[in-house]
Structures are given as C-alpha cells and as structure tokens.
C-alpha cells in the first residue's frame, strides 16, 4: 500500500562532507513539486568531522515539526551507525553505504536494508578523488528521486539553483544523479510495492514549469533569518552593523545581499553596513545612527546579547529607537552553538541593570520574520526604544515553505518627530522629556533640523524634561515611572496574540476535557500537529499564540477564559525554567497561578508528540 506525501526522510552523514547541497537539491525539488515540505539542519559546531543530520518531512497536513523516528534512513556515517539505526521505524527503509563494515544477519529484521556502494557509481564522473567524495551524496538524491517519482525537471531545476551561476559544477553533479537514479531502475525499483511504498504526487500548483526554484505560485521556500532580512530592507533599515555569531550571522549577511538588490545606491538608496570588532561596538553604533535618524539594528545571539546589555540600558533611558535581532541558540555560556532553545525571553525583557524593559516580538513563521522586521523599526520610533526581535535556530536557520511576501502599503511610523514647522509653532520651549500627551512617550528632534528650539543633550545620566543634567530624586522617580507607562502604551502598538480554538482534524469522538495551550516563536511548528494528536485522544483545545511583550489585551481575556480548574492552561516553552511563564505570572499574578509548563530544553526543535505526551499525561493523572 502506499504512502502519499507523507514520510520522514533522515540523512546521516558527517559535517564538511557536502551533504548540505545535496539534502537541500531534494528538499527544493519536492517544493517546486508544490509539496507540503519542512527541512531541518542538526549540525556541530566544529567546522568539519563531527556527525550531521539533516531530516526532510513531507506530509499532505503540512506538519513539518520534528519527529524522533523516521520512514527512510540513508546512513553515511560509520560512527553513528548504531544510534541512527535505533531511529528507523519497524518496516521503515534503510540505504546504507557499503563501507559500513555490518553483518546482514546482524541487522534489524523489521526494516528493509541495502548497502550501496556509493563510491563505486561517481568512479568514472570526476578523476578528482576530493570531488567524489562530494559527488557520493548527489548519488543518494538521485537514487531517492527516482525511488519516490520526482520528476526528472524539478530535480534539474532544483540543483541549477542550488549551484547557480556554476554551470560545470552542475553538469558534474547531475552525472552523479543520473548514477544514482540509473542504480534505482536497476536494482530497487522492484522494491516498491513491498518494501518502499512512498511517493509524491504533484500539487495542482506545481512550479514545475517556472524557472524560479524559490519561488511555488504563492509560497517561497526560505529560512527565517533570510525573510527577516528582507523585512529589514522593505522595512527601511539603512544602518546595520553587527559581530558574526551562530545562528544569526546569515540575517547580516542576507541583509547585505538583499540590500543590494533592493536599495541599489545607483538608484539613490543608501545604506551602510559594518562589522564591528565586537558586540558591544556594534550595539553602540547602532544606537548612534539610531540617535541621528537612521533606521539601524544589529543581530545576534545569547552570547552576544550578554555583552549589549550596558548599551541596551541606555537606549532606554536615553529613549534612542534601536532593533536587535537575537537568533536564540543553546546556552549558557557557549552552550550548544548549533542548538536551539528559547533560552534568552528573560534576559531580552530586562536586558541591562537597574529597571529596564524591552518590547519583544516572537515570529513564528518565515511571513512573520519578514514583517515583525518592518514592525520592529516601527515600534522603536514610535515609542523610542529598543526592540528585541526573538527567533531561534530552528526558525532562523531552518528552511520552510510560507506565503509569498506582500509589499507593505502603509508608510513607516517615525513617531514622534518634531521638524522645523512643528518648532515653528510650538508655544515655548521644546522639552525632549517632556510627556505632553500622557502616554508616556516624548516628543524628539532629528540632528541638523534647522531650528533654534532642536538642539537637545543625549544623556544616560539622571536628566529632567528639558535634558538638563539632574540627580533630584523625585525628577529620577517621575521619570523611571513615565518610561514604564511608555512600555505600558506598547501593548496597544505591538501585534495582538492569536486565538484559536480547534477540535483536530483527527477527532473521532466528542471531546472528554477542554484545556489552554499557550505557546510561542518557533513552538508554533509543532503546536497544530500536537493538538491534532490530542483531538485523537479526545481533548480539545483553545490555543494562544503569543506574539509580543509586553502582553496584549488578548492575553488577559485568554487567562480569564481558562480559570476553570476543569480546563487546565498549559504554556509551552523550548527552556528549563519557563522564561515566558515568569513574565506572565509578574503581569497577571492572580490569573496566570495555575498554568502549568511543558518545557523542552534538550537543543533539539520542540516535537508536537512530546507536547501531546506531556499534556496527555497531566490530563490523565
């Protein structure tokens, strides 16, 4: 019987050995087959050597979360050779290099093994022996392809793009393919009806007869730090400077790319980019051309984030609009550098000594990457602040299928900006500090605003409504409590958290119990798989996706929706000691008492079974 559009697909291998071009060549063909389609990288953090992982999942839903066990394993590294195996499921389907030294007899009996001999089908492409070793895992894509029916055209067109531009590095690879596929006819094609029952279908809106791999009618194929990229350039961004950091180095480096081909300074359209000799230089420049008008940010991850801290206080108590872009990974410390986490919520919100808080915003999928970008400028110029945008690995480095990206049709919200007509008709002095409209938020001036009124001292010291130099206590008191009723005022600027309700797709019966599930940021992949798993068992959800801090309204009617102690709320996190739930309990420490957390905290992207085991199992007892 077959499997339609549905299946795991796990590649173990070792980091350096090329394997990356290759999984990506396969992912990228079953996208422009217009499949439901998800990638996940799991690599080391040393360069080359250490083992790799890369998993595919296409299922006609669309989950695309992690799973713990596989369909079809292709084993490439001797080292990992028992542990990946142990992951194959009972009849799943297992490829393996023949220089894998393994008793037949030896192996599992409830899957379908069958060594290659890899090494053997590139012997006559390329007399390099460096470029074979390359070449044996353009063999299993094409031996795969021709297992599961893609056509021959979207495979073509997938490795074009993932080798653009290097006409005879595609020809040499496509030999390698026609190997691999050529192997299958021969030898495994007769497995299918027994052994290997998966295939693709096309969508209706196949891609296949455009020449754009990246792009399937309406959906892009992308990972979340190239679409906050994008949304930094559509988002007016003209000063980034930054100090490369996995996982968030390639946001920087997408910025520069697609910069380029945005805001080409041919057309007039400057920007400037820097790489800084560390962090804390290139948080303090940002703030500078933040300071002087520019829309400017930076990214990084925990470690980096550490070292922005002092800085960070003073963009708040300075009131400097300022966005950084943390791409969460695995710590403390250096932690797990290629592992992701949820790790930073807390030290994000109060980043600095003494009282600070920072608007956040947790993207939860590529189109909310691209536009929490444009919102992150927007916010920090409305209420002249930093912006913490937090992702994470997964999301950021990850590729996954989304929406096409829409243009912005609304300007940018500079805030508060007085020019000279404004100071023109301004009755007395202007007052930087000044909170006229009882929101908390001042009004500014730009540098070289050609007025009298303008000019201003910037100042991280105590300072009174006109800036001058002040170390009054009851002055330092006002103005620590108007920043807060300034955060207080974002609730209404920052995007609203969703509310859904759902039964599951594969509910049978009517629901037993009702629960609330809180989640967040890169969680969102794994929580419609977990609820559909929970329907199954006959637990019915409501689910609230946060999207911002500080909270908004929709939060607190969601927590006064879930008081019955018969409905128990759950908040789900990818960290140890429930980031997200601490900040709920300060803002509503009446309403959010009973929450209970679900928390991941192994490095590895958060898995809908382990969500719907932990409920289940609090549910049931």
Not at 40 to 69: C, E, M
Request: glycine residues 8%.
């Amino acid at each position: 019987m077959s499997a339609i559009n549905q299946f795991v697909l796990h590649v173990a291998t070792v980091n350096g050995s090329g394997s990356q071009s290759a999984n990506q060549v396969l992912l990228k063909s079953l996208f422009q087959m217009g499949l439901k389609v998800g990638g996940k990288n799991l690599f080391p953090s040393n360069i080359a050597g250490l083992p790799t992982w890369f998993t595919i999942r296409v299922h006609p839903q669309g989950y695309t979360s992690r799973l713990s066990h596989q369909d079809i394993l292709v084993a490439m590294n001797p080292a990992t050779w028992s542990k990946d195996l142990k992951d194959l499921k009972p009849g799943g389907f297992l490829l393996y290099t023949s220089e894998i030294k393994v008793d037949p007899t030896a192996l599992r009996q409830d899957i379908h093994a069958h060594p290659i001999a890899f090494r053997d089908l590139v012997e006559g492409i390329s007399p390099s022996v460096k470029l074979k070793k390359l070449l044996v895992n353009m063999v299993y894509v094409g031996l795969l392809s021709e297992l599961l029916e893609i056509p021959e055209e979207c495979s073509r067109w997938a490795l074009e793009d993932q080798f653009a531009g290097k006409g005879s590095v595609v020809d040499t690879n496509w030999k390698a393919f026609q190997a691999g596929a050529l192997y299958a006819r021969e030898h495994l094609v007769g497995l299918r009806s027994e052994q290997f029952p998966y295939r693709v279908q096309r969508s209706p809106d196949s891609p296949c007869e455009t020449s754009e791999p990246k792009v399937s009618g309406q959906r892009l194929l992308m990972d979340g730090n190239s679409a906050t990229a994008i949304g930094a350039v559509v988002g007016g961004c003209t000063f980034a400077s930054w100090y490369p950091i996995t996982p968030s180095s390639s946001v920087m480096e997408s910025f520069v790319h697609w910069a380029g081909e945005l805001r080409p300074p041919s057309q007039g359209k400057t920007y400037a980019v820097v790489q800084a000799e560390d962090e804390i230089a290139a948080i303090s420049m940002v703030i500078g051309a933040g300071w002087a008008g520019s829309r400017a940010m930076t990214a990084t991850s925990g470690p980096g984030l550490s070292l922005m801290a002092e800085a960070a206080g003073l963009a708040y108590y300075a009131e400097i609009p300022a966005v950084i872009f943390n791409v969460q990974r695995a710590g403390p410390s250096t932690g797990l550098p290629t592992r992701t986490l949820q790790g930073d919520v807390l030290a994000a919100a109060y980043l600095s000594h003494g009282d600070t808080r920072h608007i956040l915003l947790f993207p939860g999928n590529l189109e909310e990457c691209y536009e929490f970008a444009q919102v992150a400028f927007d916010l920090a110029e409305r209420c002249q602040s930093l912006v913490i945008v937090l992702t994470d690995l997964d999301l950021g480095m990850n590729l996954q299928v989304g929406p096409r990206f829409a243009y912005p049709q609304k300007p940018y919200d500079r805030g508060k900006v007085l020019d000279k007509e404004d100071l023109d008709r301004l009755e007395g002095d202007f007052a930087r500090y000044r909170d006229v409209d009882g929101d908390g938020i001042c009004y500014r001036t730009l540098p070289l605003t050609e007025h009298p009124k303008a000019a201003y001292f910037t100042r991280g010291t105590g300072h009174n409504e006109t800036s001058g130099y002040s170390e009054d206590p009851e002055v330092f008191r006002r103005n620590l409590e108007r920043l807060k009723k300034k955060f207080l005022t974002a609730r209404s600027h920052v995007p609203a958290a969703l509310w859904q309700r759902t039964e599951g797709s594969g509910a049978t019966t009517a629901p037993r119990t009702s629960i609330g599930i809180i989640a967040y940021g890169s969680s969102h992949e794994a929580m419609t798989e977990a609820m559909d798993l929970l329907a199954q068992e006959g637990v019915a959800c409501e689910y609230l996706r946060l999207r911002a801090y500080p909270f908004s309204s929709e939060v607190e009617d969601f927590l006064k929706a879930h008081q019955d102690p018969e409905s128990p709320l759950f908040l789900v996190e990818q960290n140890r000691d429930a980031q997200m739930l601490s900040l709920l309990k300060e803002a509503f420490p009446q309403l959010a008492c009973k929450t209970k957390p679900v928390l991941q905290f192994d490095g590895l992207p958060l898995e809908a079974a382990f969500v719907a085991r932990e409920i289940l199992s609090e549910v049931n007892s």
